[in-house]
């Protein structure tokens, strides 16, 4: 399965389709905005608090002519059914969990299978691909199944909704799922104000809730919440002092060489966000890592862009590079959606602005480096950027789970999975999810509910998927955040690969 072909060498400013059709790749784009400002004080944002949370659980029953084994409600029990071979990921599947059977919420378990759901943008201002959504989805219980496996004699159905990039649509979807198709857990897919909303929800009706680590301050009181990768506040400080530390000053101040701002022997960072107050954690997190790397703090400045689809976005963009030119900025802190990244990168590349980029989350997957390796590589080239998984082209040359392959080989047509073109980084975080709930249901043992689902999460098992970094879940305050770890990826434009995979799992500098 070559990439050969996926990457063009050539430089070239992208269509506005070809733009719009990775506006299709948010994954940490915020649900609102206001008018650009560049600002040097950090105000703090607000969470939600204990006096939001419900402990009511969700209805036992089972769909429409069906029954889930020991519902809430008076479900009746029966015998866990015990079949299947090894289960991919590490243990058995007959699970290595210690939480006792006994009183508790069971919906979602039916005889013949477990239900899961997962919510994520497929319409709306920043979409995600629904077709690597519609595949991936599924890719890991497949692969499962074709082995000859289950998971406590069951399958796993995956229900997947549109959320539409919508917070109040997003809890929708996710009583729906939880009422309607009975879903045992849920899963967050993208979009940090959606994830803020679909937790606060199921921590109302006692239903667990797995999302990518986004943000802290958002979902931190929801004991049914757990992160399945590094927050972005946790990444902040580990991408500060890898810059400051790692680069040191000498090879940080190297703005823009030939273009409007030259090296002046000083350092200047700024970090461009969405503006939503889930992201102000995050800001507060790169803050501290500047701070104890010992970056004078005069330096650092904020700008936060409009939405997507506000029809300000582009002056907003203009301005802030305009600004960032004059002041001199060496270094720019992307954490907007991928659509956003691409314009800004291209307009500032345009004017002859350009920076060292680096990122946290995964605003910045393989397809917008392919696109900024295409049409500004003097500018993307070098980029920096955390992710909770390893770089594509590695994980497709077998570097990093062969069987993620076979499975795609096995599942998949080719023309739409080996171009990084076409959602393969979805299709490989899903697979990887997937890989952590499976490890999650071992760890909770056949007769789980939910209760003890989060139970013996909080026991502290390591959950080990070799895609992922490694979990541990404790009970203490904030400790369903459960890594800090993050692979560090490189761009490499001009070459075969996009992304390139230096370091990782890496906790710190």
């Known amino acids: 399965m070559s990439e050969a072909g996926a990457f063009a060498r050539r430089r070239r400013r992208a269509s506005p389709a070809l733009i719009a059709a990775f506006a299709a790749l948010s994954m940490t784009a915020a649900a609102c905005g206001q008018l650009p400002g560049v600002h040097q004080e950090f105000a703090s944002g607000t969470g939600a608090t204990q006096d939001d949370l419900g402990v009511g659980p969700a209805a036992g029953e089972g769909a429409a002519g069906e029954e889930t084994v020991g519902g809430a409600t008076g479900g009746r029990r029966r015998t866990t059914v015990r079949e299947g071979g090894a289960a991919g990921g590490g243990g058995t599947?007959?699970?290595?969990?210690?939480?006792?059977?006994?009183?508790?919420?069971?919906?979602?378990?039916?005889?013949?299978r477990i239900v899961i759901g997962i919510h994520a943008p497929v319409t709306g201002a920043a979409p995600v691909q629904a077709q690597a959504f519609e595949s991936g989805k599924d890719l890991y219980w497949r692969w499962l199944e074709r082995k000859g496996q289950s998971v406590f004699g069951r399958k796993v159905e995956v229900v997947f909704k549109d959320d539409t990039y919508s917070p109040s649509v997003a809890a929708q979807r996710c009583q729906e799922m939880a009422q309607r198709n009975k879903a045992f857990l849920l899963i967050g897919g993208a979009g940090t104000d959606q994830i803020a909303a679909c937790a606060r929800y199921t921590a109302q009706n006692g239903i667990p809730y797995l999302s990518a680590g986004v943000t802290e301050e958002g979902v931190a009181p929801y004991k049914s919440y757990f992160a399945i990768s590094a927050s972005y506040r946790s990444q902040g400080p580990i991408l500060a002092q890898m810059l400051l530390r790692k680069f040191g000053a000498s090879r940080l101040d190297q703005v823009s060489p030939g273009g409007i701002a030259q090296p002046d022997g000083q350092v200047r960072i700024a970090m461009i966000r969405a503006n939503t107050p889930n992201?102000?954690?995050?800001?507060?997190?790169?803050?501290?890592?500047?701070?104890?790397?010992?970056?004078?703090?005069s330096n650092f400045f904020v700008y936060n862009l409009p939405k997507e689809d506000s029809p300000t976005l582009r002056s907003a963009i203009a301005a802030a590079i305009q600004d960032m030119a004059a002041r001199g900025i060496d270094v720019v802190n992307t954490l907007i959606a991928p659509v956003v990244v691409i314009e800004f990168v291209q307009e500032a590349d345009s004017r002859g602005y350009r920076p060292r980029y680096a990122a946290v989350g995964i605003s910045t997957v393989n397809q917008v480096s392919n696109i900024l390796c295409q049409s500004a590589p003097e500018s993307y080239d070098g980029a920096d950027v955390f992710f909770p998984w390893p770089g594509w082209p590695e994980v497709m040359q077998?570097?990093?789970?062969?069987?993620?392959?076979?499975?795609?080989?096995?599942?998949?047509?080719?023309?739409?999975?080996?171009s990084v073109q076409s959602g393969g980084d979805i299709l490989l975080s899903l697979w990887g999810t997937m890989k952590v709930v499976h490890q999650m249901f071992l760890a909770a043992g056949p007769e789980m509910t939910r209760q003890s689902f989060v139970s013996a999460l909080e026991g502290g098992k390591l959950l080990s998927t070799g895609v992922y970094p490694d979990l541990r879940y404790s009970a203490s305050q904030g400790a369903h955040f459960g890594t800090k770890s993050v692979y560090r990826l490189e761009v490499e434009c001009g070459?075969?690969?996009?992304?390139?995979?230096?370091?990782?799992?890496v906790s710190g500098y």
């Open 93 to 112: 599947s007959e699970g290595t969990g210690t939480a006792a059977p006994g009183a508790g919420d069971r919906t979602g378990i039916f005889r013949d």
């Open 279 to 297: 992201f102000d954690d995050a800001e507060a997190g790169f803050r501290q890592g500047l701070q104890q790397a010992g970056f004078n703090m």
């Open 398 to 418: 077998g570097r990093f789970d062969p069987e993620f392959r076979q499975a795609v080989e096995a599942f998949e047509d080719a023309q739409s999975v080996n």
């Open 495 to 505: 070459t075969d690969r996009a992304f390139h995979y230096r370091e990782g799992p």
